[in-house]
């Protein structure tokens, strides 16, 4: 069962959260279960949740919007699925963002920001059917383990011409390359994938898929 946890609002002016209350009740659901997420990648994240930023790079807005712009209707309610301590929903400005992640550490640190936040299973979604007009996943997908039930789950929380937005990293560039034995070396199981493989499992799971931005960090978009 995965509980709400801290769950908060924020205003987009200036960056500064609002006082907390709590986000529509209806949106969420508990007691879906499932491999979403490698469980020995939540256990690392959770232990380290509070040094977590000081290793990663702010999200970049523009690149986020460009995904967002593929969408087929205005994106106003985001799920920043995977997002942890919230740099992704940080990076955006007038949208309502929910961080879903199931690393319970992580979700405090987006708390402690002010975010709105629920602790899930990628592979499930706590969320109710068509209930948001963006999935965001960045820099998070290959850390989990069931990348077609992630894809499943986001688009039955999608309303349609709501758009899936994923950032990642191509292992088959040099950078890819040294990042993936990175990763395995310090004992995470990522599984990373190619720009066009994941547009071609997004068209397999009924979204209208397309390369957004090629390199080695790529975004793959794809249309309910």
Do not use: C, N
């Not at 709590?22 to 949106?27: F, H, T, Y």
């Not at 109710?128 to 997908?141: E, F, K, R, T, W």
């Amino acid at each position: 069962m995965y509980p709400a946890v801290g769950v908060v609002s924020r205003t987009h002016a200036a960056g500064v959260a609002s006082p907390k209350r709590a986000v529509d009740g209806s949106l969420f659901v508990t007691g879906l279960l499932s491999s979403g997420m490698a469980l020995g990648d939540v256990s690392p994240f959770h232990r380290f949740a509070r040094l977590y930023d000081l290793g990663m790079w702010r999200a970049d807005s523009a690149t986020l919007e460009a995904g967002f712009a593929v969408a087929e209707r205005p994106v106003e309610r985001v799920l920043d699925v995977g997002g942890g301590t919230g740099r992704a929903s940080q990076a955006l400005d007038g949208y309502e963002t929910v961080v879903v992640d199931a690393a319970r550490g992580m979700l405090r640190e987006a708390h402690g920001k002010g975010l709105a936040t629920v602790q899930g299973d990628a592979a499930t979604l706590p969320v109710v059917d068509g209930s948001a007009d963006a999935v965001l996943i960045v820099d998070a997908l290959h850390h989990m383990a069931d990348v077609d039930g992630v894809f499943a789950a986001a688009h039955r929380a999608l309303r349609p011409g709501g758009v899936i937005v994923v950032r990642e990293f191509d292992p088959t560039t040099l950078r890819g390359r040294g990042l993936v034995v990175a990763e395995h070396l310090v004992g995470f199981d990522s599984q990373f994938h190619a720009p066009d493989d994941l547009r071609e499992r997004l068209a397999a799971a009924g979204f209208d898929a397309t390369v957004v931005e090629r390199g080695f960090g790529y975004t793959v978009a794809g249309v309910v």
